[in-house]
């Protein structure tokens, strides 16, 4: 399978929010956060030396399981101001 070209030469180069463990870190604390980065552009990763984008597959997955978590958060939210 052939991946897209990336508009940077090395790893080094690619800003810090759009660096793959930035996303998962943010994924795990500000979801909606990394909600915006995907939304907003690609995220990037190191495979053998080169710098690749995460797949389309990849993108849905976490925008899906990120979207899940925030709705879990916000019916918590309104549990919580129900009296619960």
Known sequence: MATKPTPYAT????????????????????????????????VYYRKRGEVRAFGTANRIVAMLIGLLWVIALIQGIIEGMKGG
Do not use: E, S
């Not at 180069?13 to 956060?33: E, I």
């Open 11 to 42: 790893y080094d180069q690619v800003p810090t929010h759009r660096k793959q463990w930035f996303f998962w870190l943010t994924w795990f604390l500000l979801a909606p956060v990394a909600i915006a980065i995907l939304i907003t552009g690609d």
